[in-house]
């Protein structure tokens, strides 16, 4: 199958261990497409947001949610490669509980359902920009060639998804980044940005927005199924693509895909590294261009408005690169949610739901949210509010099985990994607490 070409090449370069460039380079990819859950519309929506009311006051949640976010994905992406399963799979396999099974995965399928809200809406609201294409038709279309993508990956492999993807990546960067050039940021205000503190409750419901949108509980799951997919060993003559997959351990895995897998978890490191880098800069790039250009600008407090105010202020051109930006993010981020989304359910309910069936559900929401005129800006920020109120489902089991010997094995984690796992479930448990206080409270 494509999807085993990867490992099978990677299996005739191993030599005494040294990793050279171009080895390593063959090895990556897994992250950026799990990256780009990173540069999704709700990001834009948030970090664009944040920028436009509060300045460069959040700069430091964009820099510490980067920081965490690359400990998470590779850690994801780490149980994906030594267990050759995904974490849907892990859990789906330890919680004997049906109930509880079906409980926890009400609760990943509701999170990758507003996952697909941020990421449909983004992509409709970037071709009404650019086309002037309704909105509703907009949504339609972005979950259309969502379907597409989600085909390449089911029909060709892993490796000509991911090129897609990285694809689309690229024009994200350019797009996103392109106003810091022409509008730059002050650097003072960026250095105040990095203490942490809030003004209100505004900016804690942002904060835990912003989060939301950088540490994306589908892109935990997805990571690991993506490594999985990517380094899978080479299918026995005789077995099916739709034969269920057999389960090896620790050097039995690393036997049939002819790569050690510490030579993998090293190139992972890189591909995790590169993938956070570019999320990182580029998010960070939103909020220095609303905080440099959009502060106290009226109206900069939704898409329409910040792309209007853009245009206005830093020219047509800085604006229609912004507006192509959130398109690829639309288009790129929805495939991997649905690639989530359908991991999700047959890792945890051990059922698969055809691709096409699937895709047309979780478009539902979005599409009626389109449809009833709802404010897509506000739509966005709320939906990276669900998805930061996930992060603790997917995150703290994440940090428990891969410290755990039984799992991992002799690549389990260190002492120092573990606690900064820790340290991250408590920072976003507590944040998502404050949240709701002030939620319930009126604050």
Known sequence: MPKNSTAQQGATHEASGAVSTPKVAWLIGPALVAGVAY????????????????????????????????????????????????????????????WARRAYWLQAELVAMATDVAEVIGGAVALNLLFGIPLLWGGVITGVVSIGLLLVQSKRGARPFENAVIALMVIIAVGFTAGVFVGPPDPAGIVAGLVPRFEDAGSVLLAASILGATIMPHAIYAHSALSRDRFAPPRAAGDTATAAPTRHAGDELAALRGVGTARLLRATRWDVSIAMIIAGTVNLCILLLAAANLAGVPGTDSLEGAYAALRDGLGPLVATLFAVGLLASGLASTSVGAYAGAEIMSGLLRARVPLLVRRLVTLIPALLILGAGFDPTFALVLSQVVLSFGIPFALIPLVVLTAQQRTLGEYRNRPITTIGGIIASVFLVTLNAVLLFLVFTGA
């Open 39 to 98: 540069l999704d519309p709700g990001n834009v929506a948030s970090n664009m947001t944040a920028g436009a009311q509060y300045g460069y006051l959040l700069v430091w949640v964009v820099v510490i949610g980067n920081v965490m976010a690359w400990l998470i994905q590779y850690l994801s992406a780490k149980l994906g490669i030594v267990t050759g399963e995904s974490l849907p799979e892990v859990l789906g396999r330890r919680l004997r509980n049906r």
